[in-house]
């Protein structure tokens, strides 16, 4: 489902690993989804970002494991007070902050 969803919008040739939930049998609040991302790609967690639409799921749940959590914000919209939390509201914002933190 999710490689048919980033075909379907022009980015799945962006992307080489894709972890999904029913493939791990861990959802992103859990280490052990986590770990098996870090095992995949062969690099720490504090390397590895995540952007995503869920503020939880998506950004806060990762950094609490040492992820790079981004909360991809299109619309704007207020969740939480977490300030430490980055969000973007473009995928070109987020290639840009990936950019900058290297």
């Known amino acids: 489902m999710i490689e048919l969803a980033l ?6 040739k962006y992307f080489q ?7 791990l ?3 992103k609040d859990r280490p052990e989804f ?8 062969a690099v720490p967690m504090h390397h590895i970002a995540m952007v995503g ?7 806060v749940a ?3 494991f040492g992820i790079q959590g981004v909360w991809f914000n299109p619309a704007g919209s207020v ?3 977490d300030t430490r939390t ?3 509201h473009s995928l070109e914002t987020f290639a840009r902050w990936i950019s900058s933190t290297a």
């Open 86 to 88: 980055p969000v973007v």
């Open 62 to 64: 990762p950094r609490s």
């Open 34 to 41: 986590w770990w098996a991302v870090e095992q995949g790609l």
């Open 17 to 23: 690993h894709i972890f999904c939930y029913t493939d």
């Open 79 to 81: 969740a939480g007070s």
């Open 53 to 59: 639409d869920s503020y939880e799921q998506d950004a």
């Open 7 to 12: 075909e379907r919008v022009g980015f799945a």
């Open 25 to 27: 049998g861990y959802r």
